[in-house]
């Protein structure tokens, strides 16, 4: 079966701007119980658990039909929280830097100018969904929303770093000031996974 990721840091390293009862909800019931449902459904279709997690996506076919959507749903919900944890990683920050920092300045002209439009990705998104930061086949890197559980990896983009809109990231915190929640993002965002991640061959 396979097995929750540690966090990669603390509850309450997140203070003030992503609350201790907030962060442990989020990984200890939301995440979990994302985990425990992938769980039940691959054994419940008999699954060797013998490769990575995220390669299940170039598998689903190989499911019962009536179970794909529902493995869909909790692999995305195990993989999305694990590249969000990285994206608001408090530890050994990094900005953009080298050729991500290049591939994001050649598509969106400036930092500020792919913050001004992550922020108006965020704020379109209707009800539950993440923004995401991914990486094309043709190397270059692109803003793109996708809503509940869906991944980057069904679209065939790799995704570098996300924000997780679901209200259950926030509520507890800001309540309706969902504009706050995604500003503050900016306070925690760490870029270390995604400057990896894009130099990484595919
Ligand atoms: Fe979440």
Same mark, same amino acid.
């Given at each position: 079966m396979y097995e929750l990721k540690p $966090? /990669?840091? $603390?509850? +309450?390293? $997140? @203070? /003030?701007?992503?609350?201790t009862h907030t962060m442990g909800l989020h990984y200890w019931k939301h995440q979990m119980n994302y985990l425990i449902q992938l769980n039940k459904l691959l054994e419940k279709n008999k &699954?060797? &658990?013998?490769? /990575?997690? @995220?390669?299940i996506y170039d598998y689903?076919?190989?499911? +019962?039909k009536e179970d794909q959507n529902n493995i869909l749903f909790y692999l995305g919900g195990v993989l999305n929280h694990n590249l969000y944890w990285q994206s608001i990683n408090p530890n050994q920050k990094e900005f953009l830097q080298g050729n991500l920092k290049d591939a994001v300045d050649q598509k969106f002209g400036s930092f500020d100018h792919f913050k001004r439009n992550w922020i108006e990705n965020a704020m379109d998104l209707k009800g539950s969904g993440y923004v995401f930061l991914v990486k094309t086949p043709k190397g270059e890197v692109e803003i793109i929303t996708t809503q509940n559980q869906d991944s980057p990896l069904q679209f065939g983009y790799i995704p570098l770093f996300c924000i997780d809109m679901? @209200?259950?990231?926030?509520y507890l915190n800001y309540k309706n000031e969902k504009k706050n929640y995604i500003d503050n993002f900016f306070q925690l965002a760490n870029f270390r996974y995604a400057n990896q991640k894009y130099n990484e061959k595919i």
């Open positions: $966090l /990669p840091f $603390l509850y +309450q390293d $997140l @203070e /003030p701007f992503i609350d &699954f060797s &658990f013998s490769y /990575p997690m @995220e390669e689903i076919t190989s499911f +019962q679901w @209200e259950h990231a926030y």
